[in-house]
């Protein structure tokens, strides 16, 4: 069964300091993988997907992540933090069309 | 593109008595999905339908619940005889097969809360 895996359930950034979101995925064979941010009592924003036709993906509000094969990971980066940053981030991976299966989540704080 | 509409957005019952939730998908989105999301936990998928047809259940679907999309577009989700653990957040998806690689775009989900 496929499995996301998010290392650190809170990460605390200075603002425009690195962003580093860690994300590994347990699977055999590449699947497609995501990137999702949500914001409290909202639903869940696409910032980027992986779907093999580059390893590293660019998404929106300058983010970005690499896929590894080698490391089965796909973190999420960010050069400069920003304070509208502040939210939780789920990577995510899925075959296609079906089912989308979410790691538990990253909280991201971003102090002044 | 007014994006996946979910009501109500807050719902609060008491312990048994039963609840219906409403999903407008994007417009001729041929895929919905339905997940539930519980405090500190990302999104658990619990059913999707392509067109009218529900191609998937989670065994987190228990009896008490059943989703419907009767005429291919928007869905709903019933939870009868309510229960405590079922507070949670519920979240909507939708897809298209026209659309690259087919993302799912979400609502802002209906919060459900059992007194």
């Known amino acids: 069964a496929q499995s996301v895996t998010q290392l650190g359930s809170h990460v605390s950034v200075s603002e425009g300091a690195l962003v580093l979101l860690r994300c590994n995925y347990s699977?055999?064979?590449?699947?497609?993988l995501f990137w999702y941010v949500q914001y409290p009592n909202q639903g869940l924003q696409l910032l980027l997907k992986y779907t093999s036709a580059a390893t590293l993906v660019k998404g929106i509000n300058g983010f970005e992540a690499e896929f590894k094969k080698s490391e089965t990971s796909f973190h999420l980066t960010k050069p400069s933090a920003h304070m509208s940053d502040a939210a939780e981030y789920f990577c995510?991976?899925?075959?296609?069309?079906?089912?989308?299966?979410f790691g538990t989540g990253t909280k991201l704080q971003v102090i002044p | 593109d007014t994006g996946v509409s979910q009501n109500p957005r807050h719902k609060i019952t008491k312990r048994g008595q039963n609840v219906t939730f409403r999903c407008d998908p994007i417009?001729?989105?041929?895929?919905l999905y339905w997940y539930r999301q519980t405090l500190g936990q990302g999104p658990e998928f619990l059913t999707y339908?392509?067109?009218?047809?529900?191609?998937?259940k989670s065994r987190l679907l228990s009896d008490r619940f059943s989703a419907e999309r009767p005429k291919g577009s928007f869905s709903t989700l019933e939870i009868q005889r309510t229960e405590q653990g079922d507070s949670a957040m519920y979240l909507c998806a939708s897809s298209s097969r026209k659309e690259p690689d087919q993302p799912q775009h979400f609502g802002d989900g209906t919060r459900l809360s059992i007194l």
């Open positions: 417009s001729e989105h041929n895929r």
């Open positions: 339908f392509q067109n009218e047809a529900q191609l998937e």
């Open positions: 699977s055999s064979v590449p699947p497609y």
């Open positions: 995510a991976v899925s075959w296609g069309y079906q089912k989308v299966t």
